[in-house]
Each structure stands twice: as structure tokens, then as C-alpha cells.
């Protein structure tokens, strides 16, 4: 599921034969599905982490590994669940399911921008870094100066232009380094494929294991597989 949206995986197989001449047959089928299903959840998960890793820039492998593909729950003959959910983490703030149908990041309520890092600059070495602590925008305690637009850090030569960005101050005459830009909005683009490759992997998946785990229980009966 990705943006409130879903995508159901059916497999279907005529088992009637292979009820008639096995013993204990309902109940090996039952596990039949259930472990197919589960496979085919297990491996939308390692695909859609793998996505990930292709489609973004990540910074906390561990972090968008977990949120990316949420199996809960799994099925269960034992507890009797028939199916199998795999889900986009809906954290709050997390956008990853935003960039299935695409949208807009707005500002947090009470504020007017939203500041991004800028990459090559102290907050951002690099594209894959992380921002320093100490750079966190509540770290570095703004206070309004006179006029109300520009705002003054607690460390010595930083400050922020309101709609503009952070800057720290350069010095013996060298321009100030912008380490966040400040922007209204920001388009979140429509790139994940998290559906269509949900429905294709776990599909082909489930119909695998599904085949593997019938043929083992026809062969039992003595017959041919």
C-alpha cells in the first residue's frame, strides 16, 4: 500500500485431484498458501528495499530499509490469517509514500518555508552525508534582530534572512556560505513504481512457491509430479 492506494495479489490453482488422493490434504494445502503468500510478501520487501537504494540517495539504509516494505501481518494458519499486508511506513513526516502518486511538501504549521541543506556546504559535505547536530536549525537558537527579517544564531557569524536562508558569515571581506535555502513549497516527484513492482514480484513469487509446495505434497501421494 502506497498513498492510501493498495494492490491485491491472487493466485489461483485447481486443486480438486490432488484433494481426492492425498491424506491430510486440506491442511497441507493450507500451509501450501500460507507459505507462498508469505514468500511472495518477503520477496516485495527485498525488491522494494532494493528500489529504494536505486531511486534515492540514501542516507539511513537502516531507516528506509524497514520503512520501505512493512510486512505486518503475515499470514497464519495457526491464527488463521489468509493473507499477508505490505505497506509503505506511515511515520509522521515521512514523505516515502508521497513519491508513489507524487505531490507537494509544504511547510510545517506555523511556518512559512521549509529549509533544505545545501549541499557542499557545511551542513551538507556531500549528497549522501548527514547534517551535523550542531547545525540542526534548533541548534543553532535564532533570535529576531531589529526589523524582523533577519535573525542572529547563537554562534558567531551565523544568521538567517528570513525567506531566503541560513549564512554563515565570511570573513576579511569573503562573501557569506548559504548552508540552507529556504523555498515555499517543494514538488515531490512521482518515481517510486512501488505498486507495479509490488504486484509483479509477488506474483511470480507466490505462484513459485505455490507450484514448489504442491508438487511436494503430489509427490508424497505417489504419483508423478
Known amino acids: 500500500m502506497a498513498a492510501g492506494r493498495s494492490v491485491t495479489v491472487n493466485v489461483n490453482t485447481d486443486c480438486t485431484r490432488l484433494l481426492s488422493k492425498v491424506k491430510n490434504m486440506e491442511t497441507r494445502l493450507a500451509w501450501a498458501v500460507v507459505n507462498a503468500i508469505n514468500e511472495g510478501a518477503t520477496e516485495i520487501q527485498k525488491a522494494e528495499r532494493a528500489n529504494a537504494r536505486k531511486k534515492f540517495t540514501v542516507r539511513m539504509p537502516a531507516f528506509i530499509d524497514r520503512q520501505i516494505a512493512v510486512i505486518k501481518p503475515f499470514a497464519s494458519v495457526n ?96 562573501p557569506s556560505t548559504m548552508i540552507y535555502s529556504y523555498r515555499r513549497s517543494w514538488t515531490i516527484p512521482k518515481i517510486l513504481g512501488w505498486l507495479r513492482l509490488a504486484k509483479n514480484v509477488g506474483t511470480l513469487a507466490m505462484q513459485r512457491r505455490l507450484f514448489k509446495e504442491v508438487s511436494v505434497s503430489w509427490d508424497r501421494a505417489g504419483k508423478p509430479i
Open 79 to 174: 491464527k488463521r490469517v489468509a493473507y499477508a499486508e505490505v505497506a509503505i511506513g506511515q511515520k509522521d513526516r515521512l514523505l516515502l509514500a508521497s513519491f508513489e502518486t507524487g505531490g507537494t511538501k509544504e511547510p510545517r504549521p506555523g511556518r512559512e518555508t521549509i529549509a533544505f541543506p545545501v549541499i557542499e556546504s557545511p551542513t551538507r559535505l556531500t549528497e549522501r552525508s548527514m547534517v551535523p547536530k550542531a547545525l540542526y536549525l534548533m541548534a543553532l537558537k535564532f533570535k529576531a534582530a531589529r526589523g524582523g527579517r533577519m535573525y542572529i544564531g547563537k554562534e558567531i557569524g551565523m544568521y538567517a534572512i528570513k525567506g531566503v536562508g541560513v549564512f554563515i558569515a565570511g570573513r576579511e571581506g569573503q
